[in-house]
């Protein structure tokens, strides 16, 4: 079975491992948002990209949701010392991947074909694609005016009060080749629990799932079926159901349902949101969502993809 | 005794060490070459300023006259995991130098402004000037064609065969805010044993000693003194002796006290090389130039401040 997983940090990378333990290397394609890219000290720096890679390699913090175990932080420590903004905590090893990554975009070389020769370095046999190697940068429009995302999520926690999100260069930033090839020849798109804000709808609008604006999806005759990142109304990790609050919306998964009205097949939701199954116009699927282990990402893997076999 | 020391790498960053020692911080300034200057995995890296930072700091490493001393490699070994250039050896300790100095370069500040923060930081007293704030490229002709000096002296390790230099950028280098002032208001300039033509003459065309064509020293009034960086043909460290002979001029204290030819009141050289003297135009002092240890650079530092006082 062909799979399509749609990525961005810890949750999305977390049930992508799920789906790499199932699914054959070439039975899975994980697109990855690169909008929270951004050069800090010089280095093009990938958050959710390397997330995905670290987690399917082996190599993430499993305490943080970002960044590699076993990490010195020398280099910062240092830089702090020299008075430097530590705010974006960079981890020995991670500023390896950051300068590599630098160096070869300097040289030209494409952001996806640097993702693959990094994939092979790390053993992963699974295909990741970031969504595009033409830059994308998501900017968060809040009360305390427009901040770059990596300003609003890392440096101010996530505390001034969300109104919008822009995409810049969206617009021209065309899919990696080989995303539009394994969309046509999936069976299922799985939208990993990320945040459809920031995360999910910018992969979305570049793979043309939703055109701007959103009334054409083009999604027909492909199962699309998302994973709810809300539980309860609350987040494991990270800001959606805050953002969901301060533009108006009650945080829930009905909401993350909504959010991609005319898109989904199937709508996977936490056991304690069961009873919000019924008011989901599409087909639901109530099960446990929370990813602790290695297994437990496996076994909801398991259970999405019979999900999508239902279908 | 107001001194401004002219320095390179580790040999002129000992002396400058040395002479730190005896002198007041307002009595010493010493001017850095940066023609070797170059950027690396897009950091801005400075090796000539940083050793001699790093030494009058005690930061240094004192085995490998480079980067610094109890530094770990974890940045470096992962960029070779990923298939990256691990020739020039980045410390983790030392990026943080390299990554903050990039950061602030990109915000518009100054090269010098930033090495004042960063002397500062590391509790260094007396001034160290880059020699410009423009950025000045030494360019090694040999027999491959021309290469970037890191990439000649470091990467390829001297190896090829040297036809000539030239130091890109130098025609429009202006010599830093201070650079100036201190050598007008010094009693004496001190060449620090570091290469003459690398690391020596493009601080000395940057300050306009030596303008091209090299005819009309500007240092008239002022005493000059030179350290060999030769002793008994050979250098301590680099490729001086090795560039000489590639030149077709014997190496040897004598060819460097020609090099600076027209320029010295005086020139220093060691016990070895006693037997030169007499062949030296200039006013001599025969001493031990070799600085193993702190003492052995004050010790030096004291010689060459007292043959200063009696010229």
Chains 1, 2 share one sequence.
Request: hydrophobic content about 40%; proline content about 5%; aromatic content about 6%.
């Amino acid at each position: 079975m062909k799979i399509v997983a749609l990525a961005g940090g810890v949750g999305g990378a977390k049930l992508a491992h799920g789906l790499a333990q199932i699914l054959a290397p070439e039975e899975l394609t994980i697109i990855v948002n690169t909008g929270d890219d951004f050069e800090h000290f010089g280095m093009y720096i990938c958050p959710d990209l390397d997330t995905v890679c670290y987690t399917l390699a082996g190599l993430a913090n499993p305490e943080t949701g970002w960044g590699r175990v076993n990490e010195s932080w020398n280099t910062i420590s240092n830089i702090e010392k020299l008075g430097g903004p530590a705010w974006f905590r960079l981890g020995d090893q991670d500023i390896a991947t950051h300068l590599e990554r630098t160096r070869r975009l300097k040289e030209g070389q494409s952001l996806s074909q640097i993702t693959r020769d990094f994939c092979n370095a790390w053993g992963i046999k699974h295909t990741i694609l970031p969504m595009s190697d033409s830059p994308v940068q998501t900017i968060v429009d809040t009360d305390e005016g427009e901040l770059a995302f990596q300003e609003y999520f890392v440096h101010r926690r996530c505390e001034p009060r969300v109104k919008g999100f822009r995409f810049d260069g969206i617009q021209v930033a065309e899919p990696v080749i080989g995303a539009r090839e394994a969309i046509e020849s999936a069976e299922a798109i799985v939208i990993c629990p990320s945040n459809p804000w920031v995360s999910v709808d910018p992969i979305l609008r570049v793979i043309a799932l939703i055109p701007v604006p959103r009334s054409v999806p083009r999604g027909e005759g492909k199962k699309i079926i998302a994973v709810s990142p809300i539980i309860a109304g609350k987040t494991v990790k990270g800001p959606a159901a805050k953002m969901y609050a301060e533009l108006g919306i009650e945080p829930s998964a009905l909401a993350v349902a909504e959010h991609y009205r005319g898109l989904l097949s199937g709508f996977v939701l936490d056991d304690l949101d069961a009873h919000l199954s019924d008011n989901i116009e599409t087909k639901t699927l109530v099960t446990n969502t929370i990813m602790n282990s290695n297994s437990d990402r496996a076994r909801l893997a398991r259970v999405v993809l019979h999900f999508i076999g239902s279908l």
